[in-house]
């Protein structure tokens, strides 16, 4: 029956031309020299997507496919099947209705599972299939015992010099009445549960937190690798308490619940200083807050070390060496433009340099450099600040964000008048900086001046070393991605490990297009030409734009195609 069902869903991939009779013939030969699943032969070797594999084992078992992420599993189920046995078959139960138990799982085909599941619960089972990578998320969010133990501990070591402890607060401890200590005493487990939320974000090496409300749920997510991810959600009475927690933590005024608030607090976790940055957003289901996290130890500031090619490295030290001019780093919020600033800023610092940086806020504190909050609220504006540095007689300049023409047009008079002018902007492409900033008021001229080099950025997800694995892409796929064949191209991808939490990522690598102000990118710029002519000129003279810059890394084995894929979608035509 099962040699039936497997022949069945055989047909299937080949009815819908998912897979060539050839290329299944070489998955089984491989089955029949090494063993294993089918199923996983046939996504490592590259000839059947996990998706697409999913789908045909749905339809060719009549099994219903489920999406895990969407779904909240009641833990009075989970606990029907321990933790130990959960991840050595890789289920997870769903629910139970009377004496049927239903759970997800990746290989349906697996029938070993089914039946011992069933002899160890005495439950008739009803399996429900989702891939691979679910499953995993899944085992984590709901099997975490350990790692949550792990950070209680953390956060149950408040004693001095250990856990989570609140910087710069000490008067604050001092002028305690009773009945605050009895008020505090009273909202202890607020006080853990905000520390376990700061504790887990760290353990996981997240960059952000969001913590949002829902109709009935306190919802928690963690951006770890540029890549949102779900903690466990708790009641929503929890929300008022632990927003008020964070506010006090960052002296924001805890009663005003209509308007934005913005704030930063400083703690001590695992014997480091750990800086947050909070917003306080008012929604219709009430506040929510985002954090974003400053970890300095995780922290990368050497130009070397970000990830770039070796030739755009090159043109932005050449760039950072001359006496004056403007360079300008662009790209989303979170790709890594401040970050690679400050390494720009590292590497031109000297005792003979006067350094100083407009931001809004200060991220990160730089032994040498004069560092500048600016604070609309009191009109601390960038223009009003950047005049006051121009008297300060500084030889480098950062501008945090260039916003208006106000600002742009004091930092090009400043890269104008023998003054080195590093700042970022929000444009996609280098190119498209051009466009922007004529569009903002800035003659050509002035442009073609002043600006020395333009760098787009993005940051892309890293395999995992620890679940590495090789796989084969297919002609036709390389000639649409237009990848020259040099003889046999191994390409690699992660197969999900505890490692790297299921993901197959760990960690994170730059791109960047870097575009160089040539004489004929000037002479360009002068007449007025359209992005597309200048992006065309740029590429003649050997600029490589983010797509090339991303393959590139792939044939590297540092990131997979469909990561490169996913950021670079729109910034450059494939058939380019």
């Known amino acids: 029956m099962i040699l039936g069902l497997k022949e069945k869903i055989l047909k299937i991939i080949l009815d819908r031309r998912l897979l060539k009779k050839g290329d299944l013939e070489r998955a089984v030969s491989v089955q029949k020299d090494k063993g294993g699943s089918l199923s996983d032969i046939l996504v490592s070797l590259g000839l059947v997507s996990k998706n697409d594999l999913m789908l045909v084992l749905s339809e060719g078992l009549n099994i219903p496919p489920i999406n895990l992420s969407r779904y909240k599993v009641d833990p009075n189920v989970i606990k029907l099947i321990p933790k130990k046995i959960a991840r050595q078959y890789k289920i997870v139960p769903i629910s139970k209705m009377g004496d049927t138990l239903t759970i997800a799982l990746a290989d349906p085909l697996n029938i070993f599972v089914i039946d011992d599941i069933k002899t160890l619960t005495g439950f008739k089972i009803n399996p429900i299939i989702t891939t691979e990578k679910d499953i995993g998320e899944a085992l984590r969010v709901y099997y975490e015992e350990d790692g949550y133990a792990a950070i209680e501990k953390i956060v149950g070591e408040m004693s001095e010099g250990g856990g989570i402890k609140l910087l710069d607060d000490e008067s604050a401890e001092s ?38 409300p829902l109709d009935k749920d306190l919802r ?57 940055r909070i917003s306080v957003l008012p929604s219709s289901m009430g506040e929510k807050i985002a ?9 990368t500031l050497d130009i070397e070390r970000l990830g770039f090619d070796e030739p755009s490295v ?35 610092n000297s005792p003979e340099k006067n350094l100083v940086t407009v931001e809004d806020p200060v991220e990160y504190l730089l032994e040498g450099v004069n560092q500048v909050a600016a604070r609309v609220e009191i009109g601390l504006t960038f223009a009003n600040v950047l005049r006051s540095v121009l008297r300060q007689d500084p030889n480098v300049i950062m501008v945090g964000e260039i916003r208006d023409f106000e600002t742009v047009d004091i930092a090009i008079k400043s890269a104008l008048t023998g003054h080195l002018v590093l700042s970022t902007l929000h444009t996609t492409t280098a190119t498209g900086s051009i466009v922007r900033l004529v569009n903002m008021g800035v003659e050509p001229f002035l442009l073609a001046s002043s600006l020395v080099l333009v760098g787009a950025q993005r940051l892309v997800r890293k395999i995992c070393s620890e679940c590495k694995e090789p796989y084969e892409l297919s002609k036709d796929a390389m000639e649409r991605l237009n990848i020259k064949d040099k003889g046999k191209i191994t390409f690699y991808r992660g197969k999900g490990c505890n490692s790297c939490l299921g993901n197959g990522y760990k960690g994170r690598i730059g791109l960047i297009e870097v575009l160089s102000l040539t004489p004929n990118i000037k002479s360009l710029i002068m007449e007025g030409a359209q992005e597309y002519k200048i992006r065309e000129a740029a590429r003649r003279e050997g600029m490589k734009t983010l797509r090339e810059n991303g393959i590139q890394k792939v044939l590297e084995g540092l990131t997979t195609l469909e990561e490169i894929l996913r950021v670079t979608v729109g910034d450059q035509d494939i058939a380019e």
């Open 314 to 348: 090159a043109e932005i030290k050449t760039a950072a060496a001359r006496p004056h001019g403007m360079i300008l780093m662009c790209g989303p919020t979170g790709c890594g433009k401040t970050t690679t600033l400050y390494s720009i800023l590292q590497y031109v």
């Open 175 to 212: 002028q305690q009445s009773s009945s605050d200590l009895l008020r505090m005493m009273q909202e202890a487990p607020v006080v853990k549960f905000a520390n376990l939320i700061l504790a887990e974000a760290v353990s996981l090496r997240a960059s952000d937190i969001l913590i949002e």
């Open 291 to 299: 954090l974003r996290i400053l970890d300095k130890s995780q922290a």
């Open 220 to 276: 928690v997510r963690y951006r770890v690798d540029g890549m949102l991810r779900e903690g466990k959600r708790s009641p929503k009475s929890l929300h008022s308490a632990v927003i008020s927690r964070l506010k006090v933590m960052s002296n924001l005024n805890i009663a005003e619940r209509r308007l934005p608030q913005d704030g930063r607090f400083k703690v001590r976790l695992q014997g480091r200083e750990i800086d947050f």
